[in-house]
């Protein structure tokens, strides 16, 4: 069913009507009128009297046209009936605006539950409950009572972006610092609780409307991110604003929306995983919104070299400060162009990028210009950052005609930066946004932006979910393990490790011995040098229980053995593989999906605490970007005189590990620490190896495990 009424209604129903002055139930009415919709209006109240001037009508039944969207505003207990009555009258969409639901404990979820079971089995979709509403700019649909349309000077901005927020006041209180910077927003949704419809399903449908150039979200909670994942991959750019970094966050988002939060560092994982640009305030998203325009423009692009232009010393370092922190770089100009600067900057300005073309520059437009065009036309040059400061007068002008000419004749995306008081230059910032150039009052601002952009430009390649869940793979092999042979009180370290060797992962060579004489043979099938580990129900840390001896030799085997059989369990004899460069990879459930853990590992696991995240499933370039992401892409680089590490045996290993992941039972934990990579071509070897099931007690590795091996 479409949401298309949530903005572009036929006719509108607003259930629960006020004729009183301020009244919640009258402001939908009264700014429906005020801001143009041209559909019919209805109110409905029981009295039949009239609203804002608008007859009244005491069901929806008896409204005389279509509606295909209804507002309700009636109390908690009252909803359910109003949704009834909706469903008899043939309207689709319902926009739920009365609160004392799911935000305000145990019996408003009950109820909420109730809502929902009951729109689904009549076929209505819900908004909210708990939801103060919608726009949609170009019909003049206010269909909302947000004290935003009562200001005396609120006029709405039309424009190409979506704006889609769980939070009503603050969702719309961003709206309205959108239209006063000249942000235009196409479409308004405000989710409120999200029982039935929810952010991500309502930004995959304006993804659809004509015209969208992108998407702006304010969440409190994520669920399924296969239709976000779907929007970027078709193009659309979608930037999001996901509150609870903090643990208090956290908690005070669930407590404000009923909905648990995901762990941050697995959302910040999970949104760059499908290319969604993640901000940290409303300023941010708003200002990431204002170079969405040129996404499309851009796409398929890499934008990492950047040259700035500026007036200002000052401004191009701090650019130039912004650009290296956003993982940019500053493009190194060719000897072409930068004689072509020197015929043009002054001997005071400077020509090696940041360019200080000075004031003189700036005051003749045509040397301006042949600047500008030197830089844009450098093939060096991915974007252009141009900073100015005071400007005034015919002075803005003068920018703008410069930059958009460059930006037109070279498609090299330009963001302005203009430092200075709006009343120096009143229509300055209308002026450059006109002209389509993004501008903002601080480099670091606009270098932001830029490096949102380069995002858009060059999002994850990924097919379609088409609905799945992110962590479904259901055509792999890993689907095949009977991970049921672990079952409660065989977790332990060896039938783990003999799942993970018979699905052709590099494990070491060992097994359980059955005596003295055999653990001799043991060492022997090992090489000739082992480590030799106590197999203890309920013994979690051998090491520190003595159960762990390091290089035993045949010669040594059977007094060993006779030492750890004295613990009261089974002997394990394995390989001994020192050295090596030691990795952790782990797999474990979230709210978002099941989850691949890659860092640095062994006896650095806690203190560095340095991994990176991943949704399941993953692909090879996943890996090494998560790599990349820690320390340990570097330690297997080699350091401090050391070669390189088999980092491609260890990427091999961390997929196959993925694919056995994704089949695990749901709330498994699996914890493989260390994996020891050994030198380039020597492959990895996963030295200790634990799987926590579902109601069984886990079985975990040595801790901390020992640098020499295990």
């Known amino acids: ?73 009636v109390a908690a207990d009252r909803v359910i009936s109003a949704v009834r009555d909706c469903a008899a009258a043939g309207v689709p969409v319902v926009v739920v605006c009365s609160s004392g639901f799911a935000e305000v404990g145990e019996d408003g979820a009950a109820l909420q539950d109730e809502l929902v079971a009951t729109a689904r ?21 206010v269909s909302s009572f947000s004290p935003l349309f009562a200001g005396e000077h609120t006029q709405l901005v039309p424009g190409s972006l979506g704006f889609v927020s769980q939070s009503g006041a603050l969702g719309y209180g961003a709206v309205s610092l959108a239209f006063e910077r000249g942000l ?23 993804a659809q409307e004509p015209g969208c150039a992108g998407l702006l979200a304010y969440a409190e909670s994520l669920g399924d991110l296969a239709p976000l994942a779907d929007v970027v991959a078709g193009g659309t750019p979608v930037a999001l604003l996901k509150a609870g970094r903090s643990d208090a966050g956290a908690r005070a988002a669930a407590s404000h929306t009923g909905a648990l939060a995901a762990h941050d560092a697995v959302v910040d994982a999970a949104l760059r995983q499908i290319g969604v640009v993640r901000v940290d305030d409303v300023d941010e998203l708003l200002d990431v919104g204002d170079v969405m325009d040129l996404a499309r423009t851009v796409r398929g692009h890499t934008i990492r070299r950047v040259a700035i232009v500026t007036t200002s010393g000052g401004s191009g370092i701090l650019a130039a400060d912004a650009i290296e922190a956003h993982g940019l770089r500053l493009a190194e100009l060719s000897e072409q162009t930068l004689t072509t600067l020197d015929d043009i900057v002054p001997a005071y300005g400077s020509t090696a990028n940041p360019v200080d073309v000075t004031a003189s520059v700036m005051s003749n437009p045509a040397l301006f210009d042949d600047a500008l065009g030197a830089i844009a036309g450098d093939d060096g040059v991915d974007a252009i950052v141009a900073c100015f400061c005071v400007l005034t007068g015919s002075d803005v002008d003068a920018v703008v005609t410069a930059l958009s000419q460059v930006r037109e004749r070279t498609g090299v995306p330009v963001i302005a930066v203009r430092t200075g008081a709006d009343h120096l230059a009143p229509t300055a910032a209308a002026t450059m946004r006109a002209a389509g150039l993004p501008v ?16 858009f430009a060059a999002p994850p390649v990924r097919e379609k979910t088409t609905g799945a869940s992110p962590a479904a793979r259901p055509d792999t092999p890993s689907t095949r393990t009977d991970w049921s042979s672990l079952s409660e009180g065989a977790t332990d370290e060896h039938a783990l ?35 030799a580990k106590a197999v203890v129900p309920g013994l979690l840390h051998k090491s520190d229980a003595g159960g762990v001896i390091l290089d035993v030799t045949p010669e040594r085997a059977a007094e060993v053995h006779d030492q750890l059989a004295a613990m009261g369990g089974q002997v394990l004899m394995e390989e001994m593989v020192p050295g090596g460069v030691e990795a952790l990879v782990g797999s474990t459930d979230t709210p978002l999906g099941r989850i691949i853990t890659v860092g640095v590992g062994g006896v650095l696991t806690e203190i560095v605490a340095d991994v990176a995240l991943r949704l399941l499933p993953v692909e090879r370039a996943d890996v ?70 579902p109601d069984a007690a886990p079985a975990t590795p040595d801790s901390p495990p020992d640098p020499e091996g295990d």
């Open 1 to 73: 069913m479409s949401l298309r009424p949530l903005w572009d209604a036929r006719g509108i129903a607003v259930i629960g009507a006020s004729d009183r002055a301020g009244a919640i139930g009258r402001l939908p009415v009264q700014f429906l009128q005020r801001y143009g919709y041209a559909g019919p209006i209805y109110p409905v109240r029981p009295d039949g009297a009239p609203v804002a001037g608008l007859p009244s009508h005491a069901s929806v039944a008896d409204v005389p046209g279509p509606v295909d969207l209804a507002m309700v505003m």
């Open 121 to 141: 089995e009549l076929g209505v979709r819900v908004l909210g409950p708990n939801c103060i509403g919608t726009v949609g700019t170009t019909t003049g649909q």
């Open 184 to 206: 235009g927003l196409g479409w308004v949704v405000n989710t409120g609780n999200e029982a039935d419809i929810s952010a991500t399903e309502v930004l995959a449908e304006l």
């Open 440 to 455: 903002y009052q601080t480099p670091a601002r606009a270098v932001r932006a830029l490096a949102a952009l380069a995002q």
């Open 497 to 531: 490790k003999a799942l993970l060797r018979e699905a052709g992962l590099p494990v070491p060579v060992g097994r359980i011995v059955t005596g003295a004489d055999d653990a001799v043979a043991a060492v022997q099938e090992a090489g000739g040098r082992a480590v």
């Open 624 to 693: 090494e970007e998560m790599l990349d992401d820690t320390r340990l892409g570097r330690l297997l680089g080699g350091v401090r005189g050391q070669g390189p590490a088999d980092r491609g045996a260890l990427v091999d290993a961390v997929l196959g590990i993925a694919d056995l992941a994704a089949a695990l039972p749901e709330g498994a934990e699996l914890d493989l620490n260390p994996i020891t990579v050994l030198a380039d071509g020597r492959g990895c070897r996963i030295l200790d190896a634990a799987l926590a099931l």
